[in-house]
């Protein structure tokens, strides 16, 4: 970058760091004063307390701590203008932390107590038995009003990081799409988009066909053979021996071929295999067979010539990860826990070093391995289930609760499962070859049915947006509106038979998941509870560290609380995830990591843009990798994506396709297919 593009960076980020850091005070200074009450059980008569009394303290909790907020304590204790009272309860220790704000620090904190002993007289006269004039619980403030703290300024400077990385990156797109560095002349240019498009499905086709024909050879029996051992050797046993002889027989084969070896990566990574499939235990870490694949891996490729226009993000990227660990390491995290997020997160920079050299200039036949590998997956873990083949089921759930209702039925999530997204965007964007549909169908059937049995809310709707505007810019928006009329309306029909029991019970907890999107029933669920709680401990906790984070699996105040029977008690343990990866991201590697991550985003985002620009002839695949890409990035919002080793060999994969995309030339002439005249994608 030169120095104009450093400057461009650097104004945006200052004068995102300014808007952040004003807009929490526009409203004027806010202090903070926090106190503490501990409730106890009262017997309202002659027999000693009893557990259960204790337990009627731990099931009120949650609602005292709306009675805090209400009216009836504004009166008792003389709430004044511009001042807020909150209560939050301490989970497993029967406690409710009772926090006044307001503009002025002088005596915030006597009124700070005042207010809770106001909580205190409002729940003791609220839960006086009816009949009785003695309260079933009485309070204490065990914790006075704490010294008062300038929330805005804390708000503030959590603001202007944030605005400054917001900045950094806005700047930094800005300086890509105008005066892009030298990794522009890696994109390929000089073509037509949709001759491209028609010429890359055609080479795909021509993959397809020949994978078909090899497995009809020696060689191709020897590898189903293979294939075969591994997945019903890991199904009939457990052992970890099939897929690690798989592996073995791959790595042998890599030495000549370095196909072999990304392949294997792959198979293991994301297909049916759990995750971890560990070998022997070296003191605290165990090594997996995925880790020996990307060693092996790596010396085959390490001297490959491969140089990407995502080499230097995912280099910095790395950076950033091994920082985050040493970070969280020194801060008091497990060194086993460190280690393992440490060699999960390497598999993105790694595995995709491996797949792109392995594949340079072979991207057709890559995607073709791709789309039957997936299919078969797909296949195999939906014969698992009916068949009840319980070693396949990887992460599979009995049950899917929505709304107030739960359903018995089977919840699938094996690991092939984050790939369907850019994978079902790839077959709808005109770079996978249409003809014959059977076949078309025969790839993509396995990938919707494994997307709707997942059951998983938050993957439908970004697939179906990048899904339809990938099929737009491809095809154009002649009939868009007849288009999803009639798909809106078969979809309707098929809800309708589903929730009418016609498809039996997993039909019927498919339309009601569905359904609940929009009726509302959605919002009342635990899991979005669930999901607010992470992310207000996950602020509360960037507002003290907001530069910096915790590092890699340290804490960040989320709470797992379950029940002992046995001991009669509230057990509370730490919540080791978080839904949302972009506060993860925040919280593991502080505003630099975050920055490095949006930096990787704005390259993906630029290389886009620069090969429609360049009217590069892989347009139409860079577009629907680009928005394969964003269909995982809006799932991370919701998805526990950044700790899952599928999801990051699906993302390294990605990458890597894409990264192969830009720089492909047609080797296929074919004839050009007639389009709509209202198209995008234009010649």
């Not at 073995?248 to 049916?272: H, N, S």
């Not at 709680?533 to 996950?538: F, G, I, K, L, V």
Request: one cysteine or more; aromatic letters at 6%; charged letters at 15%.
């Amino acid at each position: 970058m030169n120095r104009v593009a450093a400057l461009v960076v650097l104004a945006f980020a200052v004068a995102g760091l300014a808007i952040g850091f004003a807009v929490p005070m526009l409203g004027g200074l806010e202090y903070r004063s926090t106190t503490v009450i501990v409730f106890t059980a009262l017997q309202t008569d002659d027999r000693p307390p009893t557990a259960s009394e204790a337990r009627h303290i731990t099931e009120r909790m949650p609602s005292w701590a709306r009675v805090a907020r209400s009216g009836a304590v504004a009166s008792e204790f003389g709430l004044r203008q511009d001042e807020k009272i909150a209560a939050h309860e301490i989970s497993g220790s029967q406690s409710l932390m009772v926090q006044l704000s307001g503009p002025s620090r002088d005596d915030l904190a006597e009124r700070a107590t005042a207010a809770a002993n106001a909580v205190i007289k409002v729940v003791s006269i609220a839960e006086v038995p009816r009949g009785s004039s003695a309260s079933r619980v009485s309070g204490i403030v065990t914790e006075p009003g704490s010294e008062p703290e300038n929330m805005s300024l804390k708000w503030g400077v959590w603001g202007g990081v944030l605005g400054a990385v917001i900045g950094a990156m806005f700047g930094w797109l800005v300086c890509a799409l105008k005066r892009p560095g030298q990794w522009v002349s890696q994109l390929a240019s000089g073509g037509s988009r949709i001759g491209g498009a028609d010429a890359f499905a055609a080479e795909v086709d021509r993959e397809l066909r020949a994978l078909a024909s090899a497995v009809r050879t020696r060689r191709g029996m020897l590898v189903i053979g293979v294939c075969f051992v591994a997945v019903a050797g890991y199904a009939g046993t457990g052992s970890v021996g099939p897929p690690l002889l798989a592996l073995l027989v791959a790595g042998f084969a890599a030495f000549r071929d370095a196909r072999w070896i990304a392949v294997a990566l792959l198979g293991l990574g994301m297909t049916v295999f759990p995750p971890k499939l560990e070998l022997v235990k070296i003191g605290p870490v165990t090594p997996t067979v995925i880790e020996v694949a990307l060693l092996i891996g790596l010396i085959v490729v390490w001297k490959r010539p491969g140089r990407s226009v995502l080499t230097w993000p995912l280099v910095v990227l790395t950076a950033a990860i091994v920082a985050g660990c040493a970070m969280g390491f020194l801060g008091g995290a497990e060194f086993s826990e460190v280690a393992d997020s440490l060699r999960a997160l390497l598999l993105v920079p790694l595995g995709f070093l491996i797949v792109y050299r392995a594949f340079a200039g072979k991207i057709a036949q890559l995607v073709a391995i791709v789309a039957v590998g997936a299919a078969a997956a797909s296949m195999i873990e939906l014969a698992a289930s009916v068949m009840d083949w319980h070693r396949l089921l990887v992460d599979e759930r009995t049950s899917v609760i929505t709304g107030a209702d739960t359903s018995e039925v089977s919840r699938l999530a094996a690991p092939i499962l984050p790939m369907w997204g850019p994978l079902l965007i790839l077959l709808v964007s005109g770079a996978f070859p249409l003809r014959p549909r059977w076949r078309l169908l025969l790839f993509a059937a396995p990938g919707i049915a494994h997307e709707a049995l997942s059951f998983n809310r938050s993957t439908w709707a970004p697939l179906l947006g990048c899904a339809i505007l990938v099929a737009i810019a491809r095809f154009g928006s002649r009939g868009l509106v007849k288009r999803l009329i009639a798909a809106a309306a078969l979809g309707a029909l098929a809800l309708g038979l589903a929730g009418g029991g016609v498809f039996g019970a997993t039909g019927a907890a498919l339309a009601a998941r569905v359904t609940s999107v929009f009726s509302g029933e959605a919002l009342v669920e635990d899991s979005l509870a669930d999901r607010e709680r992470e992310n207000t401990a996950a602020i509360n906790t960037l507002l003290e560290r907001p530069l910096l984070g915790t590092g890699v699996a340290v804490p960040y105040g989320g709470e797992i609380v379950s029940y002992d029977a046995l001991h009669d008690r509230t057990v509370v343990e730490a919540r080791p995830w978080i839904h949302n990866q972009y506060l993860r991201i925040w919280l593991w590697f502080g505003a630099a990591g975050l920055l490095v991550v949006g930096l990787l985003m704005v390259r993906v985002a630029a290389v886009v843009v620069h090969s429609w620009r360049r009217r590069a002839p892989g347009t139409v695949l860079v577009v629907g990798l680009g928005l394969g890409l964003a269909c995982i990035a809006f799932q991370s919002v919701l998805q526990t994506t950044l700790i899952d080793r599928p999801t990051l060999v699906a993302v390294a994969l990605t990458l890597a396709m894409l990264a192969l995309a830009v720089g492909w030339q047609p080797q296929i002439k074919v004839a050009q297919t007639p389009l709509p005249a209202r198209r995008i994608m234009t010649r």
